[in-house]
């Protein structure tokens, strides 16, 4: 305990910052979509802020092109599976952090898994895989922060699918222009998209700071510039009417 006091010494000296913000990270459970450019990142920042446990589901194993991005593997990992090394890696890295690592595609027999956790983290590459997660945060009423990026610009997006906007409502139809094989990616602006997922996480699960619900923010790399809107619910969203 001792050990976790000190790991978060500058972290509790935030203004306003309580035992009973890092109490909430320590029993919390995320569930996160995808551990590569953006979802390694949010990884590493919620072990090393506190959250108790981290479900990570990704499926693969690890190819040269994914290292211009994906912080959590290693060269010594090609051939491997990413997921699995996400896991040792971030064990070696904060020892407190309760990691449970899926190889898989997101599928409907995760639910429980969805039912079990505080947050899910939606840091997928496709518009299957992410419109599925969607309607099991839906069913089971859990928070869901989206995180997206493409080339130069990046995007998050705090989702509460039950009771607010969910990701059916903000791209029904997916998005075409999105091909999860051949997409540009600027490492860093991975990484930026990743930090500001995890400190919407964070602030969701502590309860630090200000709601940022049903709030888009987009970030431009040419720039450095960010925009900030509201997102609402779609009238005729499919995933809102069924489920
Ligand atoms: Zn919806």
Wanted: proline letters at 5%; one cysteine or more.
């Amino acid at each position: 305990m001792e050990r976790v006091e000190a790991l978060l010494e500058r972290q509790s000296t935030l203004p306003g910052w309580t035992a009973e913000h890092q109490g909430r990270l320590a029993k919390s459970q995320v569930f996160l979509a995808g551990i590569g450019g953006v979802g390694g990142v949010v990884a590493q920042y919620l072990a090393m802020g506190g959250v108790g446990t981290l479900v990570l589901v990704h499926s693969g194993d690890l190819e040269l092109p994914d290292l211009n991005r994906q912080t959590l593997m290693e060269r010594s990992g090609l051939g491997k599976s990413r997921v699995a090394q996400a896991s040792e890696r971030l064990s070696r890295q904060v020892p407190e952090c309760r990691v449970i690592a899926i190889d898989s595609r997101i599928s409907p027999w995760m639910e429980s898994l969805v039912a079990s956790s505080d947050l899910l983290i939606d840091a997928r590459t496709n518009f299957e895989e992410r419109f599925l997660l969607n309607r099991m945060a839906r069913k089971a009423e859990k928070p869901l922060v989206f995180a997206a990026m493409n080339g130069m610009e990046g995007m998050v997006v705090p989702l509460r699918p039950g009771s607010g906007p969910c990701l059916e409502c903000l791209f029904p139809e997916g998005d075409p222009e999105w091909d999860p094989l051949g997409f540009p990616v600027l490492g860093a602006i991975s990484g930026a998209v990743g930090a500001m997922a995890a400190v919407l996480a964070l602030r969701i699960l502590s309860g630090y700071g200000h709601g940022a619900e049903d709030r888009m923010t987009v970030f431009e790399g040419m720039d450095l510039s960010t925009r900030s809107f509201r997102v609402k619910r779609g009238r005729h969203c499919k995933a809102c009417r069924e489920s």
